[in-house]
C-alpha cells in the first residue's frame, strides 16, 4: 500500500479557487492511478475526479467538469486538485486515493489506500 497525506482545504467564498495537494509515500507512485473523492455531511463518499498513472487520461463527475483539474508529478510522489468556480455545493471532506486499476474507477471499493481527508468550505 501507500500512504496519502492531503493537504490545501479550507475556507473560500463562491467563486474563488483551491488548490488540494495528495503526498504519497511507500510504493512506487507512479504504479498507482490515484483520484479524489468527497464526502458532505450525511452524504456518501462520491468520486470526484481520477487520473492514470501516467497522467494521461483524466475522469470527472459531471458536476466539476470544467471548474475543476486533477493532475500528477510522479517526480515529487503528488497529486493535485485544482478547484476553480467554487459552489457552496463543493462543500465537504475531500480524500485522495489510490488504486492498481489501470485507469481510475469511480467505486470506493477499487482503492486500496486512503488519505485522511481535508475539509473544503465553500460560503455563499
Known amino acids: 500500500q501507500v500512504q496519502l497525506v492531503e493537504s490545501g482545504g479550507g475556507l473560500v467564498q463562491a467563486g474563488g479557487s483551491l488548490r488540494l495537494s495528495c503526498l504519497a509515500s511507500?510504493?512506487?507512485?507512479?504504479?498507482?492511478?490515484m483520484a479524489w473523492f468527497r464526502q458532505a455531511p450525511g452524504k456518501e463518499r462520491e468520486f470526484v475526479a481520477g487520473?492514470?498513472?501516467?497522467?494521461?487520461?483524466?475522469y470527472y463527475v459531471d458536476s466539476v467538469k470544467g471548474r475543476f483539474t486533477i493532475s500528477r508529478d510522479n517526480a515529487k510522489n503528488t497529486v493535485y486538485l485544482q478547484m476553480n468556480s467554487l459552489k457552496p455545493e463543493d462543500t465537504a471532506v475531500y480524500y485522495c486515493?489510490?488504486?492498481?486499476?489501470?485507469?481510475?474507477?469511480?467505486?470506493?471499493?477499487?482503492?486500496?489506500?486512503w488519505g485522511q481527508g481535508t475539509q473544503v468550505t465553500v460560503s455563499s
Open positions: 486515493a489510490a488504486t492498481t486499476k489501470p485507469s481510475a474507477p469511480t467505486s470506493t471499493l477499487q482503492y486500496d489506500s
Open positions: 511507500g510504493r512506487t507512485f507512479s504504479r498507482y492511478s
Open positions: 487520473v492514470n498513472w501516467n497522467g494521461g487520461s483524466t
